[in-house]
């Protein structure tokens, strides 16, 4: 079931012309919200970002989500009508400007696109990371979304599928520890966490959010910032977060790290998705 522009279709064969600014330019932006039956995580989250996404690119979305009520109305409709789904799925939310214009665009609304994909239940329960320096990722006013524009993910895929590994580590382009494919990093040294900052050319996760607010309100130390890979090799534990799960990474290149999470971390994942 897939909802395009206000309308359900059963089948994934919607039309979009030629001109399509998604198809054409990468002009957009996605979001992919976890579910669990009629129980969706975190949905005022990842309408924030959305919006502040929107805005980024200048972009007006249709009146179905012109709201935070509006939002969880219309993603409410796509739960009651694709009910197959009543595990554990995630939904996937595109929002692209309309045709007109070549690199200039012509107008600034926007089509919409939602529907629901099953999730991988053959994930790893530790990973074992490459690190792809062919690509550096750049600071941008729109790097900290989701956009359509995904090539260093991409070809950073293809590299982990050639070298054998579950995951690869990106670099911004001056050097400094990024995030994986589709997850950001931490890692612990003692008794502080740390993070790559939004500067680094990262994406804003939504669950980084999330245990980031849990370990400044539980006092303990949470540090952001630009750090070199000697920084990440000295962790005693590092993992990854999306909003899939957040997992631990047991190797990185020849480096091996412990290979389960944290006690704090642990009790956040079971108090966020039990």
């Known amino acids: 079931m897939y909802w395009y522009n206000d309308q359900f279709y059963e089948t994934e064969e919607i039309c979009l012309p030629l001109t399509d600014r998604a198809f054409q ?3 957009g932006l996605f979001e992919s919200i976890r579910c669990e039956g009629k129980r969706i995580f975190f949905l005022e989250d990842h309408y924030t970002r959305l919006c502040e996404g929107a805005q980024c690119l200048a972009l007006i979305p249709p009146n179905s989500i012109s709201s935070l009520d509006r939002f969880k109305q219309t993603i409410g409709h796509m739960l009651h009508q694709d009910i197959k789904y009543k595990n554990s799925a995630r939904i996937k939310i595109m929002l692209w400007r309309k045709p007109g214009g ?4 012509t107008q600034s609304t926007s089509n919409l696109l939602l529907y629901i994909q099953s999730t991988d239940k053959n994930t790893p329960n530790k990973l074992k990371l490459g690190i792809f320096d062919h690509i550096k990722l750049p600071f ?3 790097s900290r979304f989701k956009t359509c524009q995904s090539l260093p993910y991409i070809l950073a895929g293809q590299a982990a599928s050639k070298r054998q590994v579950d995951d690869m580590l990106l670099c911004n382009d001056s050097g400094f520890v990024a995030e994986c494919i589709s997850s950001n990093i931490f890692w612990k040294i003692n008794d502080t966490y740390y993070t790559p900052s939004l500067d680094c050319g990262i994406v804003e996760g939504i669950m980084r959010k999330q245990i980031i ?3 400044t309100t539980n006092d303990i130390p949470i540090i952001t910032g630009k750090f070199g890979l000697e920084s990440l090799m000295e962790a005693e534990a590092v993992f990854q977060s999306n909003i899939g799960n957040i997992t ?3 190797q990185i290149v020849q480096k091996c790290f412990t290979p389960t999470l944290p006690s704090v971390i642990l009790d956040l994942k079971k108090s966020l998705f039990s």
């Open 102 to 105: 070549l690199y200039t665009p």
């Open 248 to 250: 631990p990474i047991c």
């Open 140 to 142: 941008t006013p729109y």
């Open 25 to 27: 330019y990468g002009d």
């Open 213 to 215: 607010q849990y370990l």
